[in-house]
């Protein structure tokens, strides 16, 4: 063989075993993702024949304390997903403070046909209908998430709900329907209560009469925009319909001395439903207190320069729907 055909020979083996190396590779990582996806997304429920999946993200280096997070996107109840990029880099915040996260599936109520409903009474049953999914589908993730505390080596009285927008009021609104014992939150394993709830933009939503609580709610922070003209921070009543923004909550655990926190933005709107990687050491301080047996109130006008306002500062609810 001549020197030209030795060199081309050993080029071409040369070429063959890195094409080898790297198929080879491909598949390693593709086997890698499949398991990991295997391990960390788990079918909790199904409920209206569609199944409901959560996402487990383990810390690096877990908190003592075995404390856990259940976070619940944000949409209007119409868009949204557990493992979008807003959700994946809340669940990063979350887990890097030593918190093994759960970012759940739930039922988007709020879909195209219920636009078709031009009458008032017909949309706010929608809303409703929406909300009682949202609630249910938390509901159930949670009692998966008890039922297996052990083998996730979390402490199942030390979960944490912490949600975004429609996921702020789903947050807010599970707590609230276990104080009331209502039909929506039944899933709840009996005598289990949040350690917290964490609310960015969210609220409370009645069909029947006005926002009690029969028992104490967790203790719960609440960061709102004061202009927030999707997720209303104040109080509004069409007849027997109650919404009540943190700004009436916050009023309400005030009278009857429940622990909570109110971080009250000026001048912000929606985009306060984006805060938590940016108000992490709020979040953490919050948290921190509530783990460690401490029940405060607190309630604070921000006014941060870094938290610029956004095309959501002058949104309206119509703007989405």
């Known amino acids: 063989m001549s020197a030209y055909n030795n060199e081309l020979f050993f080029s071409l083996l040369f070429i063959m075993k890195n094409i080898y190396y790297s198929i080879s590779l491909l598949f390693l990582l593709l086997a890698a993702a499949v398991s990991a996806s295997a391990q960390d997304s788990i079918c909790y429920a199904i409920h209206g024949g569609r199944p409901l999946y959560l996402d487990i993200h383990r810390p690096a280096q877990p908190r003592a304390d075995k404390a856990s997070v259940v976070y619940i996107f944000g949409g209007g109840f119409y868009n949204g997903a557990r493992n979008n990029e807003f959700s994946l880099r809340t669940a990063k915040v979350l887990s890097d403070m030593g918190f093994t996260t759960f970012c759940i599936d739930y039922r988007l109520g709020m879909t195209d046909s219920v636009f078709a409903h031009t009458k008032l009474p017909g949309y706010l049953s929608a809303y409703d209908t929406a909300i009682t999914w949202a609630v249910e589908d938390c509901s159930a993730a949670i009692a998966w998430i008890v039922s297996h505390a052990s083998e996730l080596d979390i402490d199942p009285a030390k979960i944490i709900l912490t949600g975004s927008s429609a996921g702020a009021i789903t947050s807010l609104q599970t707590d609230y329907s276990r104080c009331n014992h209502l039909p929506a939150a039944r899933a709840l394993p009996q005598g289990w209560k949040p350690a917290a709830v964490v609310s960015y933009a969210g609220a409370i939503y009645t069909r029947f009469g006005k926002i009690r609580y029969k028992e104490a709610p967790a203790p719960t922070c609440m960061f709102h925009g004061t202009i927030d003209g999707i997720v209303s921070y104040k109080h509004y009543q069409i007849f027997r ?21 109110i971080l009250r933005f000026t001048d912000r709107g929606h985009e306060v439903a984006t805060y938590l990687p940016a108000t992490t050491q709020e979040y953490q301080a919050f948290t921190d207190g509530v783990l460690s047996g401490r029940l405060t109130h607190y309630d604070a006008t921000c006014e941060d320069e870094a938290l610029k306002q956004t095309k959501w500062s002058k949104a309206k609810l119509w703007h989405i729907y």
């Open 241 to 261: 319909n109650h919404w009540g923004g943190s700004k009436y909550l916050a009023k309400q655990f005030k009278k009857h001395h429940y622990p909570h926190w």
